[in-house]
């Protein structure tokens, strides 16, 4: 099966499990689950960041909430097996778990959606000194790779399919989060490293502020052949001056990252968490400059994974969706 099939096939199925019907009933009040912890992604990186800020979002709302360390494979897992309350994942993440196909061993369809909130742009900076131009010029060239857990992986994995190469092109300097692979840029251990998230990031920053960076396009063609192995994932765009140096725009490839949660949890539970983030907006949009210009309709413009009825009856109320 085909990921044309497979991301078209779960919207629809999904949705018929989690309808969103018309006449919602009047808001009434739910009570906070006693705790919700958001899982993020690795230390240093933006999605770590946010986690704890949407924890403490959360917590200010009345529950004791905090975020944590993750990815977007792992985090599928840990929510779908009650380990965790809430998780970020890519949309795409939920059409490879629910085939399933690698990195995942058995399916996943038993999560659903809370909020969409910002787009994720790939982007790989390399040390300018390197003679690294393209994708293809790091075939042979010490590189920093992040986990298998990481959904930047996989993302990262077909980046180099699309230029006839695999990670076993690649010298690997270090398999780790963004600090890792920044430190060891920063070393000269490696050539670059690569990540997917909003923008601007940090970590790249500080690289910058050390060495010369760059970073590396993924060309017309590269997506195309992308975009036939998911049709999740769509085009981005790197503003020129996202970054010291950086006086052009980088195309690149990008994925939408959601919160999501287990199908079993709550109703009451899921309109509260969805209620205490779309009531402290302000506060969620302060927590990156990513969030800030974040709404309530793109929160609930979701495809790929179902909203949780909580989550959608919510949205009905505040007239996001229908």
């Known amino acids: 099966m085909t990921h044309r099939n497979v991301f078209v096939g779960l919207v629809g199925g999904l949705a018929l499990l989690v309808p969103v019907v018309a006449g919602a009933p009047p808001a009434v009040a739910a009570s906070a689950p006693e705790k919700v912890t958001v899982l993020g992604g690795n230390t240093g990186g933006v999605w770590y960041a946010i986690s704890v800020g949407l924890g403490k979002v959360l917590s200010d709302a009345g529950t004791k909430g905090s975020g944590g360390l993750g990815g977007a494979n792992s985090n599928i ?109 920063k070393d000269r251990r490696a050539v670059g490293f690569m990540t997917t998230s909003t923008y601007p990031m940090g970590i790249i920053e500080e690289t910058g502020a050390a060495l010369p960076i760059k970073l590396l396009p993924v060309g017309d063609e590269a997506f195309q052949k992308i975009k036939r192995i998911n049709l999740g994932i769509s085009r981005a765009v790197l503003p020129a001056g996202t970054y010291k140096g950086q006086d052009k725009d980088v195309p690149s490839i990008g994925a939408a990252t959601i919160v999501i949660v287990n199908e079993k949890m709550s109703d009451d539970h899921a309109y509260w968490i969805t209620k205490a983030l779309v009531d402290r907006l302000d506060d969620v949009r302060a927590i990156h400059a990513g969030l800030k210009t974040l709404s309530v309709k793109e929160m609930a413009s979701i495809e790929g994974v179902a909203l949780h009825p909580g989550a959608a009856r919510l949205y009905r109320e505040v007239g996001a969706v229908k």
Do not use: C, H
């Open 77 to 185: 897992i840990a929510v779908s097996t009650g380990k965790a309350e809430a998780g970020f994942i890519y949309t795409i993440t939920a059409t490879m778990a629910a085939v399933p196909e690698p990195p995942f061993k058995e399916k996943i369809t038993n999560v659903r959606s809370l909020a969409n909130l910002w787009d994720n742009v790939m982007q790989i900076p390399v040390a300018r000194e390197s003679g690294v131009n393209t994708v293809a010029d790091l075939k042979g060239k010490p590189f920093a790779l992040q986990p298998l857990s990481a959904g930047t992986t996989i993302l990262f994995q077909w980046v180099l399919s699309a230029y006839g190469l695999s990670e076993d092109d690649l010298k690997v300097a270090v398999r780790g989060g963004t600090e890792a692979g920044s430190s060891a840029m």
